[in-house]
């Protein structure tokens, strides 16, 4: 059986214990805050892949029309040559 001696000892471990869970510990407000971090950079991220997906079209636009370009100019030159 333990001492009470012992006992004290088990308690004032376990309050310190709990003393640092509870400095390690997120409040509420924290917590409310980060996951407003975490929603606002959630939407920019969004936005940044829209804007991604935009320009990805535009570039496959002018390389389309560049490609349709350099053909029209080889027709040309090939009828200049001839």
Known sequence: MATKQELED???NLMKELDHVKANMVTKQ?????QQAVLETNEIVKKIEQNMEKHE?????LSRRSIEHEAAISSIRLIKTT
């Not at 924290?30 to 980060?34: A, D, P, T, Y």
């Not at 079209?57 to 636009?61: F, K, S, T």
């Open 30 to 34: 924290e917590f409310v805050f980060l």
């Open 10 to 12: 088990v308690k004032n």
């Open 57 to 61: 079209r535009i570039l496959d636009l």
